[in-house]
T-cell receptor, first 114, second 116 residues
Framework: GESVGLHLPTLSVQEGDNSIINCAYS??????FIWYKQESGKGPQFIID?????DKRQGQRVTVLLNKTVKHLSLQIAATQPGDSAVYFC?????????????FGKGTKLSVKP | ETGVTQTPRHLVMGMTNKKSLKCEQH?????MYWYKQSAKKPLELMFVYNFKEQTENNSVPSRFSPECPNSSHLFLHLHTLQPEDSALYLC???????????????FGEGSRLTVL
């Protein structure tokens, strides 16, 4: 069946360093990919997305990389700050055109040390 | 007002109780969702409503009963739940179809349910 997996359940980085969170997916028909951030006691919040016709997209301090050949997705956070501490989820569509119907990974908990 | 509001934020109920979770979205979206978030498990999609019509029931037990009276409101009615149903229940909305379709889900802050 379809699955989305994350390489590390936890990640600890020093404030100011760059963070990289990885995600692997199984469905080659997935065409839309999103990263969400969930702070303690809150619902997931959209960070950045990318469609399958791109391999890189940049936002403010965040970059998403997509490698469709190996079905791998990563989120890079530049100059990580204490406010970035949260659980990060990748989500992928179940197939072409099913954009609101997402499969989520388990999440990576990012801890930022001051 | 936040985009998606859920009430109550916390709920404790016995296995024989009947309760309901409420979700309201103020974003003008046409699709609403219920997700279940359990510890150390991925978010699980439960129900999808598109233009008030249920388009997906992800093999959810009948003790969970959704209701979508209009495109802004979504309820989850709970009856004779089990302790393993204890979880965070998240509501989300999105705009599906057309040029405004980004596929992005907007989540509420969740209702933390504990079944005793």
């Amino acid at each position: 069946g379809e699955s989305v997996g994350l390489h590390l359940p936890t990640l600890s980085v020093q404030e100011g360093d760059n963070s990289i969170i990885n995600c692997a997916y199984s469905n080659s028909a997935s065409d839309y990919f999103i990263w969400y951030k969930q702070e303690s006691g809150k619902g997931p919040q959209f960070i950045i997305d990318i469609r399958s016709n791109m391999d890189k997209r940049q936002g403010q301090r965040v970059t998403v990389l997509l490698n469709k050949t190996v079905k791998h997705l990563s989120l890079q956070i530049a100059a990580t700050q204490p406010g970035d501490s949260a659980v990060y989820f990748c989500a992928v569509t179940r197939g072409r055109g099913s954009q609101g119907n997402l499969i989520f990974g388990k999440g990576t908990k990012l801890s930022v040390k001051p | 007002e936040t985009g998606v509001t859920q009430t109550p934020r916390h709920l404790v109920m016995g296995m024989t109780n009947k309760k309901s979770l409420k979700c309201e979205q103020h974003l003008g979206h046409n699709a609403m969702y219920w997700y279940k978030q359990s510890a150390k498990k991925p978010l699980e999609l439960m129900f999808v409503y598109n233009f008030k019509e249920q388009t997906e029931n992800n093999s959810v037990p009948s003790r969970f009963s959704p209701e979508c009276p209009n495109s802004s409101h979504l309820f989850l009615h709970l009856h004779t739940l089990q302790p393993e149903d204890s979880a965070l229940y998240l509501c989300a909305s999105s705009q599906e179809g057309g040029r405004a379709n980004t596929g992005e889900l907007f989540f509420g802050e969740g209702s933390r349910l504990t079944v005793l």
